[in-house]
């Protein structure tokens, strides 16, 4: 884990090309960063880690000109610059390269690298330009990319490239990145870095914002921790370990590994027959799917995000209607019979749902209103006709100290809560259901380290106890440390079966990328 | 960012709709100044015309029994994440089960008659409203729009049965023959006058607590059953309503049943309780004001309540100042209804910003040492 393949010395250089000093930022009573200062070496990648809701996006938004610092100056090249607006930033030679893609999935490679940067009325002259332009960048950085190409045609990691391209034409000589291998395969992430070493030794700054620290300890020179708005640390890479990042990161010491004994598989609960899943436009996005659980394991499927793992989820869960195939719990064929999430809730199926904001509360609840969420027609949730609103308190109040969600306050709005605290009720909520089978969506997305840790333990107690636990997460070290058996999926269907034993992230990643693996056909 | 800026509970129902409003009432000042008169002799004009005897009171009243009906119903829309401009619509065809009821049974006794007009106005309401809801839960056509369209299906159905039908023979106008003495409502001021409590007799009728009773009703259903909270799932997230196990289209029907029930029932106070007759276009724009009032009542029945008081005490403060005050006419007044609307309803969130900030920096202050 200590490697890092493609760190090189930064070159020597005068002034830092990025300074801050005394950022400071309110977003009404909160203080999203405070008297953040620092510098970034020109030449070097810089990592910026944090948990969600430490400010690194805030810090970014504000270098970017998304948001404007109360206090604070920010300085590039050390000259002081005002950057009110992305456009400010462009023009102070910062690109910024977001999660997700600001590209017109229906226009080329070139006309998105021209798009805002038209260069005069006509389209012609500036395109003809932009591609001049572009070649050249090409062959100074190695990003080939087929510029008459559909955007949405192109593989993730392209659509990524296209997004580093349009922020070097703009003549960035500092890229930030947010998050970028989210959607890559780890092959892909590899390639990005060396892409990102390749523009370092080209002289330009990578600023890396992440939360995951082997990115951190695999590529940069340097690593800058903030926690709760403020900078917490920072180190030399080299002379830190994973270890110490996240106690940083956490503010006290973390396991960041799973302990569970093997598993004891016992009878099988839940099982799926060529399952097919068509989405609205009649696109399958689960092909041909069938699998089986077992009462005490822990099932994983992997795959890069969008390769149906959603579809199948929620098609098991009976939040989507399956177009073919058979869901079958301990006998009963629970596509035939037409059940409805809350039918299959009754049965001992809970789903902890993969994006909780859009689907697992109700943003607009009390903490305890979202903790009946499903269950809400309980007879113990009911006093005649009316709510037993003593019976709602008591009950999350119960949940809330038996999962440590912080703080204890039923009442409280749920936005109020952190990503972690907010998605241990959710676990809470369906755990405490007492269900035969648990279904699981990216149980740690947007979760800080220390509840991470605490969710983890709680699913391997889950499958010590009996239940069949299906855990669906991008992040492979999740899949790698929860699951007994690994399932990878690409584009629709399960292209391999991987005991947890066998299973190397080189491996997953080559079945992740459509390499079909041993075990099936 | 986007999202509106946090207040504190005090602030979010008290203090922000009582800066909006003192922004609209500031502007009609302006414009009363403007067009040559005394802003504060209008303003007092007003509140003594809404307010100053119990006469005025009792009108203000009157008027507000009918947005608190309609309110209720884009509140109850509302919750259901739907927005409901078919109240005056429903009120028209609701007022028309009641007022068939009043009609054809005048000759039963008084306590048989009311919880048949009662049922009649919601079911009348509820099944005009029944249709656009069931277009957008299955076929996705837009409540805004069909709710709209509605409305005017109402206004020429009413006025068809009038001319040709409901029509009293004999006479030029399209009204239906007065309800028999015990199919209306006694006013308020006979209940009053019964328990020793003398009050001016004015159209206040007994539909008033008919609408406080239905704002209760509204309030126990939506917060405490486990119906109103499958509705407000499904209102402000139905993704989370189809992952609980709800279904998003069922609430949508439900809540239009309800929302045109509660609209249906204008017609106990305007034509049982104070008209005694079927007429062209009784609802008067009640259904729209109602949007009005559930906006500035965030959507509460309290809120609502005295929200319908604050309209209320418009149209009645409103009439007697463009009697006192001839160049501020009726559309003066409806000038400042507009404005008033303007800034609790379309604005409401430009002062929400500062005041958020305001309150921060103060409370930050309060709780350094």
Partial sequence: MNSRPFAVTPSESSAPALELRGIDKRFGAVRANRAISCAIAAGSIHGLIGENGAGKSTLMNIVYGFHRADAGEIRVAGR?????????????????????????????????????????????????????????????????????????????GLQQRVEILKALHRGADILILDEPTAVLTPQEADQLFKMLARLRAQGKTVILVTHKLREIMAVTDRVTVMRQGAIVGEVETKSTSPRELAEKMVGRAVLLRVDKTPAQPGATLLAVRNLEVRDRLGVPRVKNVSFTLQAGEIVGIAGVAGNGQSELLEALAGIRAPSRGEIVLEGRDLVREGMDARARRRLGLAHVPEDRLRMGVVAGFSAEDNAILGYHDLPVYQRGLLLNRSAIHGGCTQKMVAYDVRPPDPGLHIASFSGGNQQKLVLAREIDSDPRVLLIG?????????????????????????????????ELDEILGLADRILVMNSGEIVGEVARADATEEKLGLMMAGVKGEGRT | ???????????????????????????????????????????????????????????????????????????????????????????????????????????????AVLPLAVIAGAVFGAAWAFIPAYLQARRGSHIVITTIMFNFIASALMTWLLVNILIKPGQQSPESREFAPNATLPGLHTLLGKIGIPFTSTPLNLAFLFALAAGVLVWVLVWRTRWGYALRVAGQNSAAAVYAGIRPSRITIQAMLLSGALAGLLGLNELMGSQHRILLDFPAGAGFVGIAVALMGRNHPVGIFFAAVLFGALMQGGSQLSFDMPRVNRDMVVVIQGLVILFCGALENVFRGPLATLLARFGGRKDAP
């Fill in chain 1, 80 to 156: 002081v610059v005002e950057i009110g607006s992305p456009q400010d930033a462009i023009a102070a030679g910062i690109g910024m390269v977001h999660q997700h893609f600001m590209l017109v999935e229906n226009f080329t490679v070139l006309e998105n690298v021209v798009l805002g940067a038209e260069g005069g009325r006509r389209l012609a002259g500036g395109m003809a330009a932009a591609r001049a332009g572009l070649e050249q960048l090409a062959r100074d950085y190695g990003l080939d990319v087929p510029l008459d190409a559909v955007v949405s045609e192109l593989p993730v």
């Fill in chain 1, 442 to 474: 990216q149980p740690t997305r947007g979760v800080d380290i220390g509840a991470i840790e605490f969710i983890h333990k709680k699913l391997v107690t889950l499958r010590d106890a009996g239940k069949a636990l299906l855990l669906v997460s991008v």
């Fill in chain 2, 1 to 111: 960012m986007s999202t509106p800026a946090k207040l504190p509970r005090w602030a979010e129902l008290g203090l922000l709709p009582a800066i909006n409003l003192l922004a609209a009432l500031l502007l009609s000042g302006v414009i009363i100044k403007v067009i040559g008169e005394s802003p504060w002799a209008a303003l007092k004009l007003m509140a003594d015309g809404a307010f100053g005897s119990q006469e005025s009171v009792g009108y203000t009243l009157y008027y507000s029994t009918n947005f608190i009906f309609t309110g209720l119903a884009v509140a109850v829309a509302y919750h259901a994440g739907l927005f409901n401009i078919g109240g005056d619509g429903q009120a028209y065809l609701g007022g028309l089960g009641t007022g068939l009821v009043c009609l054809w049974l005048g000759s039963w006794p008084f306590w």
